[in-house]
């Protein structure tokens, strides 16, 4: 059964760019595909990208393309999610979730703060 | 981009009810929908995939119906622990949507 361990808080400016990382445990990680989905604060889920990390595919959903990108370091089982030009409206929990079409199991969630 | 649209977007209920929450997709989508729990401060939870299939170790009082457009999540015998916010989402196409959500709350 594969976990998902995501990267701690982070704070950045506006204009900066946030890295987030979320490593896997147990289970056959090359066989997954991982999605990223945000949540801003009281509303609801957006989902940001994916990729299959065994075949380097990745998959972005449109209002964030040219801002994100996600890469996987296979050797250390672990994906990771960076978005740029960040604004105050991207202050959300980041998710990294294992990717069926549908998504099981889920990290912890990775809050970023965007404010000057 | 698909829409989905969920109804009602809140309501009230007391333990032991049966609530259903209505999901409606912008275009036929087949049977590509799955259902989530998130409760305050958490990750959401999966609860049913491909419209109707209960994702294993989710109590049998969570059930899903529906294809093409129309899907509902029923969860009969409400139980204090289900008292949340619920989703739906679509892979129909690569474009992953969620519905905005229904908050279910303690009567």
């Known amino acids: 059964q594969v976990q998902l361990v995501q990267s701690g808080a982070e704070v950045r400016k506006p204009g900066s760019s946030v890295k987030v990382s979320c490593k896997a445990s147990g289970g056959n990680y090359n066989t997954y595909t991982i999605t990223w989905v945000r949540q801003a604060p009281g509303q609801g889920l957006e989902w940001m990208g994916r990729?299959?990390?065994?075949?380097?595919?990745?998959n972005y959903d449109p209002n964030f393309e040219g801002r994100v990108t996600i890469t996987a370091d296979k050797s250390t089982s672990t994906v990771y999610m960076d978005l740029s030009s960040l604004r105050s409206e991207d202050t959300a929990v980041y998710y990294c979730a294992g990717d069926l079409n549908w998504f099981e199991p889920w990290g912890q969630g990775t809050l970023v703060t965007v404010s000057s | 981009d698909i829409q989905l649209t969920q109804s009602p977007s809140s309501l009230s209920a007391s333990i032991g009810d049966s609530v259903t929450i209505s999901c409606r997709a912008s275009q036929a989508i087949s049977n590509s929908l799955a259902w989530y729990q998130q409760r305050p401060g958490r990750a959401p939870k999966l609860l049913l995939y491909?419209?109707?299939k209960l994702q294993t170790g989710v109590p049998s009082r969570f059930s899903g119906s529906g294809s093409g457009t129309d899907f509902t999540l029923t969860i009969s015998s409400l139980q204090p622990e289900d008292f949340a916010t619920y989703y739906c989402q679509q892979y129909y196409n690569t474009l992953i949507t969620f519905g905005q959500g229904t908050r279910l709350e303690l009567k």
């Open positions: 491909v419209a109707t």
């Open positions: 990729i299959v990390p065994s075949l380097d595919i990745v």
